[in-house]
């Protein structure tokens, strides 16, 4: 089965400098991996996602993801973070059954 | 278009007592799950629906626990003799399906269950 693993509860970077929320994953056959960012007292939103093609994938709200299949990493990163952007990710794997599992989430801080 | 939408809300039961949550997903969307959130947490996966298919039922985490998807729209997740423990936000999500795929998932707002 497939699993992901987001090694960082919380990470904490100052509004203007980049940021990066890690994850991993574990999948038998092709990984198919999402970034989700739930904003306070909302629901889930959809940000991006790696199916297949360019390793680079771009999102909503300037977020972008790197795909290293050799690392088996998804990393979720945005060049410069904002006050707003504070709020929790979940990564999530689907193999070929198209069942979704999902990491247990990043709390991200943006201090001004 | 409408979202998911999940009725109640919110729920507040004493202990021992059933529950029933309900999820009307995306006209058109085969794929239906329900997830468990536990304040601040991650997300708990307890089952999955896809088209007349046999239910992924792995997560659910008891007996007590059972989900129904009717004519293959709306989903009733049921919750027998609560438990404190049981309280959470419990979250709908559905998603096309097929080819090209895979599709991502949308989510509705949750129903927060809370076992007194």
């Known amino acids: 089965a497939q699993s992901v693993a987001q090694p960082e509860d919380q990470v904490n970077v100052a509004e203007g400098n980049p940021l990066t929320v890690k994850c991993t994953y574990s999948?038998?056959?092709?990984?198919?991996l999402f970034w989700y960012v739930q904003y306070p007292n909302r629901g889930l939103q959809f940000l991006l996602k790696y199916i297949t093609g360019d390793n680079l994938v771009k999102g909503s709200y300037g977020f972008e993801a790197e795909f290293n299949k050799s690392q088996t990493s998804f990393h979720l990163k945005k060049p410069s973070a904002l006050v707003s952007d504070s709020a929790l990710y979940f990564c999530a794997v689907r193999a070929n059954n198209n069942d979704m599992r999902f990491g247990a989430g990043t709390r991200l801080t943006v201090k001004p | 278009g409408a979202g998911v939408s999940q009725s109640p809300s919110n729920k507040v039961t004493e202990k021992g007592k059933d529950v029933e949550l309900r999820c009307d997903p995306i006209?058109?969307?085969?794929?239906l799950y329900w997830y468990r959130q536990s304040l601040g947490q991650g997300l708990e996966f307890l089952i999955y629906?896809?088209?007349?298919?046999?239910?992924?039922k792995s997560g659910l985490p008891s007996d007590r626990f059972s989900a129904e998807r009717t004519g293959g729209s709306v989903s009733t997740l049921t919750i027998q003799r609560t438990q404190q423990e049981d309280s959470a936000v419990y979250l709908c999500a559905s998603s096309a399906a097929g080819t090209p795929g895979p599709y991502e998932q949308y989510f509705g707002p949750g129903t927060r269950l809370t076992v007194t």
């Open positions: 999948v038998s056959g092709n990984p198919y």
């Open positions: 629906f896809q088209g007349n298919s046999a239910p992924d």
């Open positions: 006209s058109g969307h085969t794929a």
